[in-house]
């Protein structure tokens, strides 16, 4: 089998590609290093939680279009979307582009002259350069001959979480080649499936772009988490003054909330200020401002707990953000966590979207508990997520309650 495509890391974004060139009748091969995965996406089931991606993948494995391996194959063209996480610098969060190389030198031997590869992953500028180094040391490592007319092009993920199908054919692209034929071919590529503008430009602009699209929400989600401190301090309600000042035509201020998380937007500020950090304060900032906010929100609890001997807090919401069930950085998770530490309060925590509580929390003063249960039995109720489920409570249940409404759900 010869194929079209070939996917290197069939996660939150390569799956959701893997599957959609599939079922467009591309050729595709989905590499992982996982046998898990691997095993998985083959019965035609996957491993992650994303609206219809289970239909999508079924569709896709069932007409023969879609295969996953552990070992690499040759292919027209490969798209690399693997993680890019950080690890702890000095003072700073520092790009960690280790998945990005291996994933590059193992597909090296099997790349053929004329090959398009893609790098798909958010990634620090000059990662596309970087990816086609390695490649080709890789394969003068081997003893192969370097690539003739291999395209290299970064082409960034932008889709939401909880809709990521729709987001996927919908939204703009960009393709950023480290030549123009690379990104016109990509362009090709996306056409496939992607009814948006696909905007072609340079790999370093590309790589710039998405890196500051969420450095951009970062920062204004930190306006919007710095004002409720201060507005906290004036005793006055953050989000009457929001929705108020949001009725100039030139201010849209977005929500303040427990803190900035998932694999994102809490991540990618660091890639754009390991470009410059020495000109970089604001971004900085911005991430300490929203790193900050769960102990603000830890603070709050521990006030209005005083009043107790042992005050019963319900936690409702772990995922990192409304109707999801990612907890990848997630305050709220973070949040519950340090109060159980402080082993001097009784928890009941609700998640609607995962089975059981994670690890941190099996612990004896933690009960997981439905939504009503846990606030019929609290002093306090502490709302960390604005889930659906905990917009349709019933207020009355409210009554007589110490609330803190990190999202201001229940204004
Ligand atoms: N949040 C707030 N207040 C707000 C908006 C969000 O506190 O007004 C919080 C959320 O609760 C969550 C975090 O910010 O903890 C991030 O959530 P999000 O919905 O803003 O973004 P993500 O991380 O799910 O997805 C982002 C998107 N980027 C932008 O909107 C610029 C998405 O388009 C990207 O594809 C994705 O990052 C990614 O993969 O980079």
């Known amino acids: 089998m010869r194929y079209d495509i070939a996917v290197v890391g069939l996660g939150y974004i390569g799956l959701p590609t893997a599957s959609v060139f599939a079922t467009r009748g591309k050729q595709v091969y989905g590499l992982d290093v996982s046998e898990h995965v691997v095993n998985t996406i083959n019965r035609g089931e996957i491993h992650i939680v994303e609206p219809d991606l289970d239909v999508l993948v079924q ?11 552990l070992k690499p194959v040759p292919a027209d063209v490969f798209i690399v979307a693997v993680p890019t996480p950080f690890h702890k610098g000095k003072g700073r969060p520092i790009p960690d582009l280790g998945f990005v190389e291996s994933a590059s030198r193992s597909i090296a031997p099997v790349i053929e002259n004329g090959a398009l590869i893609i790098l798909e992953s958010t990634s620090p500028v000059g990662t596309t350069e970087a990816m086609r180094e390695w490649i080709l040391e890789e394969r003068a490592n081997l ?8 395209h290299y092009v970064h082409c960034p993920e932008r889709i939401l979480p909880g809709q990521m199908l729709r ?41 710039m772009v998405k890196l500051t699209e969420n450095a951009s929400r970062d920062s204004q989600i930190a306006f919007a ?15 009457s003054v929001i929705e108020l000042a949001n009725h100039h035509p030139r201010v849209n201020i977005l929500n303040p909330g427990p803190g900035v998380g998932g694999h994102c937007i809490a991540v990618d500020p660091w890639f754009l200020v390991d470009t410059a950090p020495d000109c970089s304060p604001l971004m900085q900032t911005a991430r300490r401002v929203n790193d900050g906010k769960p102990n603000w929100v830890l603070q709050q609890v521990q006030k209005h707990a ?31 966590e340090a109060l159980a530490d402080l082993d001097e309060l009784d928890l009941f925590v609700c998640e609607p979207n995962i089975e059981s509580l994670p690890d941190s929390l099996q612990r004896a003063h933690i009960t997981a508990a439905s939504a009503e249960d846990a606030i019929s039995k609290a002093d306090i109720v502490l ?25 201001g759900l229940w204004r």
């Open 167 to 207: 987001e996927l054919v919908e939204n703009d692209r960009i393709c950023g080649g480290l030549s123009p034929e690379g990104a016109k071919r990509a362009h090709d590529l996306y056409r496939t499936f992607c009814v948006g503008e696909i905007h072609l430009t340079d790999a370093r602009t590309a790589e």
């Open 383 to 407: 709302l960390l997520v604005d889930h659906r489920e905990f917009g349709d409570i019933d207020r009355e249940l409210l009554h007589n309650r110490k609330i803190i409404d990190t999202r």
């Open 143 to 150: 003893g192969l001959p370097p690539l003739e007319g291999a």
């Open 306 to 336: 005083e009043r107790f001997t042992r005050a019963k807090v319900a936690c409702l919401g772990l995922a990192f953000k409304a109707n999801v069930d990612d907890l990848r950085e997630s305050p709220s998770l973070q949040i519950v």
């Open 59 to 69: 569709a896709a494995v069932g007409s023969g279009h879609l295969k996953a391996g």
């Open 225 to 239: 988490n710095e004002l409720s401190l201060v507005c906290d301090r004036a005793n006055i309600d953050v989000w």
